[in-house]
């Protein structure tokens, strides 16, 4: 009798220990817990680029890299990073979220202390793209379990939350490595993710427990499906990074990039409707609001990352500020983004969706448009305005584009739906920045051109003012003919800064307009149903 009692109970144990976990069920206090882990997980991964790209100078120097090598550093990175955001739903699954996370967290803090310790160009690109694809499941991975563990005006936080630590990290991350390089060296800028790195990889062994693996999945795995993945998002990202700099499909390597990402795609969606084993699923698009969602996504991102990408270009080129002064001058844009995320999220519980992101993409777009009249003294006092409204603007856009993406997907369609939208905001900045820096120098190159004409035209002072000029300048270095390229070279500077505040000008109203397009889609989505609770009954 005793042995039936412990076969039985034996067999108790083992079906409950094959039972699913549901994630909504577990105490409160663990899912907030398990939430704030994996939160600084993402916020770690998602800074760690913004915090390299400050740097890319003295990591140049320090590794006695060339112009086109240190570019290598980011696009490695970049290119690893885009491939692994879709493909995290696959090793969720049969590996577990505490695994997946836990691996992706201690990894990339390995691969981090790897970077500072490289000894040339080759073996940090190398640890770089080894970053890029460990830290890139931690993102994705977040945005799935925080809405599996929360539901109600509870789950109305998570895309806040989320939300402002993505737009966080790229708003500070300049700062963060401008300061952490004069102070402590380039290497510094790697060394920083190892405590932390440490810290979140031991709590997610610790507390996560939120569903169970399926290692099954990993002998059925579509290899050829996963090849033309990397394939397909790496080429882009390449083409994207790099042709801005060489004349894009001129020259020969980026037009080989770009036919074998084509390539690419096309076996990619070939695998993803016939393959017995995908490793990215696209059933979420069968829903048109996710869809919409995605594209909403795709612009928040391009205006995301070109605007945080352009304020620091046209204060460095323009107005010669340093790294300081150039954080100094746009942290009030992260200020605004965490003040506005509660007012999102209650808005969230309280407000039609569509309504709520009519108002942040019109207001984004006037931010833009305001910043569109830049001139070349323009300063923090002058951004203030502009910057304050984008950075509430952009939490009324990412707040209900993720509620409208993520609601009513069950867990397992869940992690891939949170996968595409998620790769749809990277590669919204990837394509905002290469457009944005090809539109500037084709604007830039125009005005100065127009410039140059306007200034040759008779009746204009320009021959005037550069004799009168080399003369004041002659009496000083007495030779007339210095003094006439000294005060040429004055007057070409000149036009060529009010040419590049130009270039920015026309750059900034094209975003505008951009965000202005999309709220065409607006009345096409759905708006996930209003959730009253707490924080809506206090108001």
Wanted: charged letters at 10%; proline letters at 5%.
């Amino acid at each position: 009798m005793s042995n039936v009692t412990a076969l039985v109970g034996r067999t108790a144990a083992a079906q409950a220990a094959a039972a699913p976990i549901d994630p909504a069920a577990l105490p409160d206090r663990l899912k907030y817990l398990i939430f704030a882990i994996m939160a600084f997980g993402q916020f770690m991964a998602l800074i760690d680029i913004q915090i390299v790209a400050a740097s890319l100078n003295d990591v140049q120097a320090g590794l006695s890299a060339g112009p086109d090598e240190i570019s290598w550093v980011q696009t490695g990175y970049l290119m690893a990073e885009l491939v692994m955001i879709p493909f995290a739903a696959f090793l969720a699954q049969s590996l577990s979220t505490r695994w997946l996370f836990a691996l992706s967290a201690g990894l990339f803090t390995v691969s981090s202390a790897l970077c500072g310790m490289a000894w040339d160009i080759q073996s940090m690109v190398v640890f770089r793209v080894l970053q890029g694809f460990t830290g890139g499941a931690m993102v994705p991975t977040v945005f799935a379990t925080g809405f599996a563990l929360f539901s109600g005006p509870q789950r109305a936080m998570i895309p806040a939350i989320l939300g402002m630590v993505s737009v966080l990290a790229p708003t500070l991350g300049p700062t963060v490595g401008g300061w952490l390089t004069d102070a402590a060296g380039w290497r510094s800028i790697f060394y920083v993710n190892i405590v932390p790195g440490i810290a979140v990889t031991g709590l997610a062994i610790a507390f996560i427990r939120v569903d169970r693996p399926n290692p099954a999945m990993l002998r059925k795995i579509d290899y050829s499906h996963l090849a033309a993945l990397a394939v397909f998002l790496g080429g882009l990202e390449y083409v994207l990074e790099e042709g801005p700099r060489h004349n894009w499909l001129g020259d020969p390597n980026i037009a080989t990039a770009a036919w074998l990402s084509l390539v690419g795609f096309g076996l990619f969606l070939e695998r993803s409707f016939n393959s017995g084993g995908p490793i990215v699923k696209l059933t979420p698009f069968r829903k048109p609001t996710f869809a919409i969602a995605c594209a909403f996504n795709l612009v928040v991102g391009f205006g995301l990352y070109s605007a945080t990408y352009l304020l620091p270009v046209f204060l460095g080129r323009v107005r010669g500020y340093n790294s300081l002064q150039i954080g100094e001058t746009v942290f009030v844009t992260g200020i605004a983004q965490i003040l506005s995320t509660i007012v999102a999220a209650r808005l969230s519980q309280r407000v039609d969706q569509r309504l709520v992101i009519t108002v942040g993409l019109s207001v984004f777009a006037a931010s833009l448009w305001m910043t569109s009249y830049v001139r070349p003294d323009w300063g923090f006092q002058a951004f203030l305005i502009p910057q304050v409204l984008r950075g509430a603007a952009i939490m009324l856009c990412i707040v209900p584009s993720v509620g409208m993406a993520l609601t009513g997907f069950e867990m397992a369609e869940l992690r891939y739906a949170s996968g595409l939208f998620n790769l749809m905001r990277n590669l919204g900045g990837a394509i905002g920045i290469a457009v944005v820096n090809t539109w500037l120098q084709d604007n830039t190159r125009i005005q100065a051109a127009r410039m140059g004409e306007s200034l040759g035209e008779p009746g204009r002072h320009a021959p005037d003012f550069i004799a009168a000029f080399a003369s004041q300048i002659g009496s000083v270095a007495g030779d007339p003919n210095q003094a006439l390229l000294a005060a040429q070279g004055q007057m070409a500077a000149l036009v060529s800064r009010y040419a590049l505040t130009s270039g920015f000008d026309e750059v900034f109203r094209m975003m505008a307009w951009l965000f202005i397009a999309t709220l065409v889609m607006v009345p096409f989505c759905k708006s996930p149903p209003i959730t009253a609770g707490p924080l809506a009954e206090a108001h």
